[in-house]
């Protein structure tokens, strides 16, 4: 795209993936299972088309939610714990601040998972078809600049994502990440110095989608921050709105980090959902985020509610070892996927430095 920077590409990362592909242990889909899949998927997608109202008036709703949900959090969840235009006490402010502001961050990360994915990337929250729903497709794309995405710069990569896959030209290559790209991003202000390129919601020079995307994201922030400083104070405003405002970069960065990380390099053995549980939630960005990640490798033309559909069908279609493999355990099963990708990464670039594997080691795998 004219006047931004090309994506960084690393191909040391692709041949790391691709030596873990060659050593892993892995039970691919077979083709009664992909099968069962795609006629689900279909199915789906029939009825996707059909209902074009409804399927309106749902993301509508999410969209109510997520906006309704805002405006409460930060002006009417504080008085809780604080007397609003009045003297508060600090513990009570901290209290105030932290809870209200990392609901809010994640409020607006889960806004822009949805805006910049279902809406910019795949046109599927108000697919546009007549003068209204083409008005409301162009508004939700841009919703995801209120919390620092440039939508058609993401959506570029997304889809060269899913069209090339685990290849060089992956324009969104995830299979395998540095964990030092990875531990970058938690530098102060990351999500906005390019103290790593391991983002994807904008380019890495300023350009005029990063202007605009500043001016949105103002518009919307400028006034909330003046209601919550006339109302809770300015510690509880610095607070909410400087303390932990990278709290949904973070989870992004995390939710890049885990989906396709050390899984094999094609559409669809190369995912892991993460489902609807509390993880799936947290990091996935909500229901409409990308809980099910996995689901939509297999099936990307079906919307966000059809993804969780899909994967009740898929669980039963599963092996124990493939549940294992594309699924997490409730409750640990996330931070022990997190733990086992860095272990498992840092003992891969050990073995093979710069991703080309020792003749000793090439020689055991053939014998």
């Not at 279909?42 to 008036?57: A, G, I, Q």
């Not at 409020?107 to 008005?135: N, Q, T």
Request: proline share 6%; charged share 15%.
């Amino acid at each position: 795209m004219r006047g931004e920077a090309p994506m960084h590409v690393h191909p040391e990362e692709l041949r790391w993936a691709q030596l873990n592909e060659r050593h892993l242990q892995f039970e691919p889909l077979t083709r009664d299972q992909i099968r069962s899949i795609m006629e689900r998927g279909r199915e789906l997608h029939r009825w996707y088309k059909s209902h074009h109202l409804t399927h309106n008036l749902i993301n509508l709703v999410v969209l109510i939610f997520l906006f309704g949900s805002d405006y409460l959090v930060l002006l009417k969840l504080p008085g809780v714990w604080l007397a609003a235009r009045g003297h508060n006490a600090a513990g009570s402010i901290v209290v105030a601040g932290v809870v209200c502001g990392l609901l809010h961050c994640w409020l607006m990360y889960s806004l822009a998972v949805f805006s910049m994915h279902e809406g910019a990337a795949h046109k599927s929250i108000f697919p546009p078809r007549g003068p209204l729903s083409r008005f409301g497709h162009f508004v939700t794309c841009h919703l995801g600049r209120i919390s620092g995405g440039v939508p058609d710069f993401y959506s570029e990569k997304h889809m060269i994502h899913h069209s090339k896959f685990g290849t060089a030209e992956d324009a969104e290559f995830l299979n395998f990440v540095t964990p030092r790209r990875y531990w970058m991003t938690f530098l102060p202000f990351a999500a906005v110095i390019n103290f790593s390129d391991f983002l994807f919601h904008r380019p890495a020079n300023f350009t005029r989608g990063r202007l605009i995307t500043l001016l949105v994201a103002l518009a919307y922030h400028v006034p909330y921050t003046y209601l919550t400083y006339r109302l809770w104070g300015g510690w509880f405003t610095l607070l909410v709105f400087l303390s932990v405002t990278q709290l949904g970069f973070h989870l992004d960065r995390l939710r890049q980090f885990t989906e396709h990380n050390l899984m094999p390099l094609d559409n669809l053995n190369g995912s892991r959902s993460f489902g609807f549980g509390f993880w799936g939630i947290l990091v996935g960005g909500g229901p409409w985020g990308s809980p099910c990640h996995w689901e939509h490798h297999l099936v990307a033309s079906i919307p966000w509610y059809q993804q969780l559909v899909l994967h009740r069908h898929v669980i039963g279609l599963l092996t124990p070892g493939q549940r294992n493999q594309f699924f997490i355990k409730p409750v640990i099963g996330f931070p022990i996927l997190w733990w086992r990708l860095l272990r498992q990464s840092y003992s891969l670039m050990r073995i093979a430095p710069n991703g080309i594997e020792p003749v000793s080691t090439q020689q055991q795998s053939s014998a």
